[in-house]
């Protein structure tokens, strides 16, 4: 069983700017792959590490939707280009549960990071995997997938999905 836990909104590191991995040692792999471990547990596509509570730029991702494939963990991520074409779809997240919405995200995404053995890694993407890239990338910037509803959407997320305790 992972050590990680999945925080939840409105966790005040969900809107910190994650660091950068300076150094891959054995803080970095095992975080990763608890990680992993969290993600498929919960049944998540991606996770960040800011989702665990960790400041540090470390993204998992699985590869396809069977999950049987290995994992991707990427270091520092960066999405390079994103294609024009922007299709909506449903979307949710670890960090929100139970809570979906239509999201507007590019169609392809070209990100480079590294790996676990400190290799480059360059990445073109489409479909599924590509939201799930700028989701969790995302997640490193501060950026929550509710910061791309609608103003009136935005209202009635507060009014059903924040709990009257987490109100300041």
């Known amino acids: ?16 700017v994650a660091q950068p991995v300076k150094e ?12 992993v471990e969290r ?4 049944r998540g596509a991606g996770l960040a590490a800011n989702q665990c509570g960790i400041n540090m730029r470390i993204i ?3 590869s396809n939707l069977k999950k049987d494939r290995d994992p991707l963990i990427v270091l520092n991520p960066v999405i390079v280009e994103k294609d024009r074409e922007e299709v909506v779809e ?23 990071g590294i790996d676990l053995d400190g290799k480059e890694l ?13 989701h969790e990338v995302d997640h ?3 950026v929550l997938f ?12 507060k009014k059903r999905y924040v709990t009257p305790k987490s109100i300041k």
């Open 1 to 16: 069983m992972p050590f990680l836990e999945i925080v939840t909104y409105p966790n005040p590191i969900l809107r910190k």
């Open 24 to 35: 891959i040692n054995d803080e970095v792999v095992r975080i990763s792959k608890d990680m």
């Open 39 to 42: 993600m498929r547990l919960a």
């Open 60 to 62: 998992v991702l699985e």
């Open 90 to 112: 449903e979307e949710g997240c670890l960090s929100f549960p139970k809570y979906f919405e239509h999201i507007g995200r590019s169609r392809k995404v070209y990100v480079k």
């Open 122 to 134: 360059s990445i073109e993407c489409e479909d599924h995997l590509a939201r799930a890239f700028q």
């Open 140 to 142: 490193l910037n501060g």
């Open 146 to 157: 509710i910061d791309y509803l609608s103003p009136v959407k935005r209202t009635l997320f």
